[in-house]
């Protein structure tokens, strides 16, 4: 390839972040998926566990792996929802708000960084073009006319 494609700066840049966040996960024992389930559940309300899959963009068999580990850990507890009994309400544990709040340190820190090195009017960009692509893919704007590749005899 001579260009570089938008998806791939795109896949290339995540698998990057993925990549630096896993390493400081690990240090304690821990995944991104984790740290970002974490920053996902409301620290005093708790969270509905249907509510989670759609806020982090995590298919529900990935979700409920993660919550299983988590339960197991000891970082959050499930309780019954209230006001529908057939819910189920994600809390944190005291441990739970603990590596909440380190996962969060390491977020804020990555955004600082980032901001110190990049003009705000760059990111202000940056935001409108990602904003832009989730909304033509949401919208059905990227394959309008499926293209029909017929078979050469």
Same mark, same amino acid.
């Given at each position: 390839? @001579?260009? *570089? ?5 795109? $896949? ?17 024992? %821990?995944?991104?998926?984790?740290g970002?389930?974490?920053?996902? *559940?409301?620290?005093? +309300? #708790? ?5 989670? #899959? ?11 792996r993660t919550l299983?580990?988590?339960?197991? $850990?000891?970082? !959050? *507890?499930? @309780?019954? =929802? ?6 189920? /309400? !994600?809390?944190?544990?005291?441990? #739970?708000?603990?590596k $909440? ?10 955004? +600082?960084? &980032?901001? =110190?090195? &990049?003009?705000? +009017? ?14 033509? *893919? %949401? =919208?059905?704007? &990227?394959?309008?006319?499926? /293209? ?6």
């Amino acid at each position: 390839m @001579k260009e *570089i494609t938008i998806d791939y700066a795109l $896949r290339t840049t995540w698998q990057a972040v993925t990549r630096m966040y896993n390493e400081q996960a690990a240090k304690f024992e %821990s995944t991104m998926a984790t740290g970002f389930a974490l920053l996902s *559940i409301d620290p005093e +309300e #708790g969270t509905p566990s249907t509510a989670l #899959g759609p806020r982090m963009g995590m298919e529900a068999t990935s979700l409920s792996r993660t919550l299983k580990s988590m339960e197991e $850990r000891g970082l !959050i *507890i499930r @309780k019954p =929802n209230p006001e529908d009994g057939r819910g189920v /309400l !994600i809390y944190l544990t005291d441990f #739970g708000k603990e590596k $909440r709040a380190y996962s969060k340190d390491r977020v804020l820190q990555f955004n +600082e960084a &980032i901001k =110190n090195n &990049i003009s705000e +009017e760059k990111l202000k960009h940056f935001f409108e073009v990602t904003e832009t692509i989730n909304e033509m *893919i %949401s =919208n059905k704007k &990227i394959y309008t006319n499926d /293209l029909v590749f017929k078979k050469y005899e």
